[in-house]
């Protein structure tokens, strides 16, 4: 009987800390609709707020007048995540075979090429120099930004 006790207080502890991970994760989404039907005014006078006081429907007009726009640009941003799929898959199975193949003569080599390019990506070297050169800032011993 104890052990059946432990195991339904165990589960209660468990349901409600779920219950609270959920409502973390799902307000902000309430926020974002709840702030989408506020009127700009209200936004910029009382902040963000899960309950609109006044109810607007502004945004959604904006966004159905510039619908070409929009749907342009989401087709642009589908066709180049597609081309951009298709050509990664190429390139790297065009790469990945002869890796393979234990008879190719610079396997280790070129192996070790990727190896460390993903260590050490040009990200890394451009993004330094971008912070330091052009946005005037400095990068602590830690990685972050004075």
């Not at 800390?17 to 700009?40: D, N, Q, R, Y």
């Not at 066709?79 to 790297?92: C, L, P």
Request: some cysteine; aromatic content about 18%.
């Amino acid at each position: 009987m104890k052990k059946w006790n432990s195991e339904i207080r165990f589960r209660t502890v468990c349901l409600i800390v779920m219950l609270l991970f959920a409502a973390f994760c799902i307000a902000p989404f309430i926020l974002m609709i709840s702030a989408s039907v506020t009127e700009e005014n209200v936004l910029i006078r009382e902040g963000y707020q899960f309950w609109p006081s006044r109810v607007s429907l502004a945004a959604y007009e904006f966004l159905w007048a510039k619908r070409e726009t929009i749907g342009r640009a989401y087709a642009v941003s589908i066709g180049i995540t597609a081309a951009g799929t298709v050509v990664n898959v190429m390139m790297t199975s065009l790469f990945a075979y002869p890796l393979s193949r234990k008879d190719f003569k610079h396997r280790n080599f070129f192996a070790f090429f990727i190896f460390f390019t993903m260590l050490f990506s040009g990200g890394m070297t451009s993004a330094y120099i971008i912070w330091t050169n052009i946005y005037h800032r400095a990068v602590c011993g830690n990685g972050l930004l004075e």
